[in-house]
């Protein structure tokens, strides 16, 4: 029986009539990835960069979130073509590849989502998730249907490369990092700084003027909210473990440091 793929986080942003709200799902765990999915957000996006995830556990989690009408972007490690290849084959259909500075760059990391001969993805459908084992129509030809790809521009050179970076074909979108920007700016923990907000904003600037969507990292609303002002696409709005930590501090504060005296109740 054929079967169909769902629409990629491309479609949604070309369909949507307000920037698209997210959260990172960084604990490696597929139900706390399914709890999250069942949020009403409109995406997530399952990191394995800075995250303790693997094949294994990004596998359980596409399949724990499948059921919820939410879209997974995936970030990869790095641009490695060999790591893209098994992520896309696992059934993700949405990446986001970190560090990309160049446009050079963007078109390698273009060629590793795509099959020979725009590409350099090795041909491996028959045997993985992403084509349902072969059970989803003429995948091989719709493949870059089924794919889309964001590029993560986090440093100086990639600030400066952003215009190239955007215009390259394949390249769906552009979120900015602005931790890792701020570092390559010798800022290192002020993401909030003028000096990184500008770059941020130059950033939007040349995405925008590509005709690419552009989104940003923001836990504090108030720069999430500017950058939606500046004309963000897409947010991050917050992460798992960064809410399961703020959660667990103010019971703490509660509880503990503030009015452990109180009578406890039950929950």
Not at 8 to 31: K, N, Q, Y
Not at 35 to 50: Q, R, T, V
Request: net charge negative; glycine share 8%.
């Amino acid at each position: 029986m054929p079967l169909r793929l769902t629409p990629t986080f491309r479609d949604d942003l070309a369909a949507a009539s307000r920037p698209l709200a997210g959260m990172w799902v960084s604990s490696g765990s597929p139900v706390v990835a399914e709890i999250c999915a069942g949020s009403g957000l409109d995406w997530l996006l399952i990191d394995m960069e800075h995250s303790p995830n693997g094949l294994g556990s990004v596998l359980t989690q596409l399949q724990a979130v499948a059921a919820y009408p939410i879209t997974p972007v995936v970030r990869v490690p790095s641009g490695d073509a060999i790591t893209i290849k098994q992520v896309l084959d696992l059934g993700a259909q949405n990446l986001l590849v970190p560090m990309v500075s160049s446009a050079e760059e963007a078109r390698a990391v273009v060629a590793a989502v795509r099959y020979p001969p725009r590409g350099v993805r090795g041909v491996g459908a028959a045997l993985a998730r992403s084509a349902r084992w072969n059970r989803v129509e003429d995948y091989l030809r719709d493949a870059d249907e089924h794919v889309s790809l964001l590029v993560q521009v986090e440093t100086v050179a990639g600030v400066e490369a952003a215009d190239e970076i955007a215009a390259v074909d394949g390249v769906d979108g552009v979120f900015v990092g602005p931790a890792d920007l701020a570092a390559s700016m010798g800022l290192l923990g002020q993401q909030s700084h003028p000096e990184v907000m500008a770059a941020i904003q130059r950033t939007f600037e040349a995405a925008r003027a590509a005709g690419k969507p552009v989104g940003v990292n923001a836990f504090d609303p108030a720069v999430a909210a500017r950058h939606l002002e500046a004309g963000a696409s897409f947010v991050v709005v917050d992460a798992d473990v960064a809410l399961l930590a703020r959660g667990s501090e103010a019971l703490s504060a509660r509880w503990v440091h503030g009015v452990g005296d109180a009578p406890r109740v039950s929950y």
